[in-house]
């Protein structure tokens, strides 16, 4: 399963030596979870321990009482402080960029483009970049916040590195599996955005209005609602307290009612049975965006609670960011 990803076993070993770990926990995103007969094999010289737990990205590590971490498939944070004993193994894709793939790209009537990928793709912008300016164009990869380990990087948290060059470009080009990235990129610009599919060079152009017609629709419920319960990951990269705090001001203000709700995995089971009208989502941005329905279509962002109480413009529709995190006391 890994074989479609660089790894290289002997430096993974070798920084597991430095920390003189004899017990290693692995991480893995779901998709990765196949992989475990092989990193044990990698890896059999170790008292290996796998997490059952799902892994959506770098905020979400965990506690535990092992020499060591691997954290499979995403980069640092590097704001966060993880402490010494956790490894993250980025997981870069192997692929075959030819010029005719690249060709593709040449019937993009855009002058000015900025390239933004997630980590797994990040290796391929200079490509990209060099494709596009040998055929005419400016393609722009720049940096983002203190959330991001490289230039033109993109997490379904933070789209800092597009927003910072919005007005220096006509439109995106995303190089991630999937839509969400580009989409986020779409709404937080306003510009035009590709989504480049990785393996088939698929161009596709955002269409995000269905998406808003949905966000919008849950605003106005929020709008009647009463009683909000506000949710709080406990997950070293999403915890949002002083968040949590401020939009309960904010709905106790407006004359109605919260409660704030620690969590750690959110689940609609575990949601099912707390007497709220609406959640407020202070956790991944992504569990109120793709999994609304999931959800009983009662939760939304804090930027949504905003426009639901009369603080924000409907006109001013933004994908909730994480730009920092609380620490938890204790925690690491």
Known sequence: MLENYEIDWASIRSEISKLNAKSIFIELPEGLKGAMPEISEN???????????NVYGACDT???????TLHFGHSIIPDIDYGKRIIFIELRRRLEISEEKLSRLSSLKFKRIGLVATVQYIGFLPILKDYLERNGKKAI????????????????????AAISI???VDCFIVFADGEFHARGIAISTGKETIALDPNTFEIRTVDHEKFLRQ????????MNSRYFGIIVSMKLGQTRYALA??????????GKRAEIIIMNEITPQ???????????????????????????????????????LGERPLSDYTI???????RIKGHR
């Open 215 to 222: 966000r919008y629709a849950m605003v106005e419920k929020a």
């Open 43 to 53: 890896l059999r010289d170790y008292r290996i321990y796998f997490s059952g737990e």
């Open 166 to 168: 919005s007005d220096s």
């Open 141 to 160: 990869i720049s940096s983002g916040d203190s959330r991001l380990t490289y230039p033109g990087q993109v997490l379904g948290c933070d789209f800092s």
């Open 245 to 254: 705090n401020i939009l309960k001001e904010k709905i106790n203000r407006a």
């Open 62 to 68: 965990q506690d535990n009482p092992f020499d060591v």
């Open 270 to 308: 575990k949601l099912m049975n707390i007497p709220v009208d609406m959640f407020v989502n202070t956790a991944c941005p992504r569990i109120a965006l793709d999994d609304a329905e999931l959800f009983n279509y009662r939760i939304i962002t804090p930027q949504e609670l905003e426009m639901a």
């Open 320 to 326: 909730d960011m994480i730009n920092r995190v609380d």
